[in-house]
């Protein structure tokens, strides 16, 4: 799956000109106070809002659009919050980054209680399966679903959120399914759990991570200090 194997040139770090609107997407399917309050400590000099309203998003430089739980759960009450539509229109449009079950909603389906998705990437999410996983012996020898913890992170390709961070990097996951990306060039970062599995994802205006940044301690806030800056 790796795109890019060895050293690459980052591009430099991005500068800031201005503040920044920053919306956080709050459909009812999220860590939004954690995100906020990681955002606020990255870059306290850019405006965070958690976003409740079409118009919030619409009004924002910036959104980053998160989530946790279940996928059938997500996309229902993202159509439910009336915000689908304002999700879509600024994934054409501004900046935007997806968190955990946020960067699987951008793809065409999940395996997830046979899901259709916001169909922005082609792709589909599948949950971690196989021998290697669900242990039914009492030794715990395979690997536990969900995948929960620390993982280091291979970028597979240069890009301005990945300024100042190292390769390989850990991460913090905590996830079942994980997004299957149609085309290769949409994979930004891998990391390994019994596979290498596809765990960042980016094209144009959009980048998208499995993990957490704001459970990842310096490294995750320098990620979002990245995206609060960059200018796609």
């Keep these: 799956m790796r795109v890019a194997a060895g050293p690459f040139r980052q ?11 920053i919306a956080i997407v709050d459909y009812g399917m999220g860590n939004f106070h954690s995100v906020a309050r990681a955002l606020r400590a990255a870059a306290p000099q850019h405006e965070v809002t958690i976003a409740r309203t079409a118009a919030q998003i619409s009004a924002a430089d910036r959104v980053v659009f998160p989530g946790q739980g279940a996928m059938p759960d997500c996309m229902r009450t993202l ?11 600024a ?9 955990c079950v946020g960067e699987q909603m951008l793809f065409e389906h999940s395996d ?26 009492a030794l715990g020898m395979r690997l536990k679903v969900p995948h929960m913890g620390w993982n280091v992170v291979h970028q597979t390709q240069p890009h301005a959120l990945w300024v100042d961070i190292p390769q390989d990097t850990p991460f913090y996951f905590v996830h079942s399914y994980y997004a299957v990306p149609a085309q290769a ?13 596809c765990c ?18 310096g490294y995750g806030l320098q990620l979002y200090r990245n995206f609060t800056c960059w200018n796609p």
């Excluded at 439910?80 to 229109?89: M, P």
């Excluded at 094209?203 to 993990?211: E, T």
């Design 11 to 21: 591009p430099r770090a991005p500068s800031e000109t201005s503040v920044s609107t």
């Design 79 to 89: 159509d439910e919050s009336g915000l689908r539509d304002a999700v879509l229109s």
């Design 91 to 99: 994934a054409r449009n501004k900046p935007l980054l997806g968190v």
């Design 112 to 137: 997830e209680g046979d899901t259709p998705s916001l169909g922005i990437f082609p792709g589909n999410n599948r949950r971690f399966a196989g021998p290697a996983y669900d242990p039914a012996d």
């Design 185 to 197: 060039e949409l994979i930004a970062g891998t990391s390994r759990y019994g596979i290498e599995f």
């Design 200 to 217: 960042a994802v980016t094209k144009d205006n959009i980048f998208a991570v499995q993990f957490h940044p704001e459970k990842s301690a």
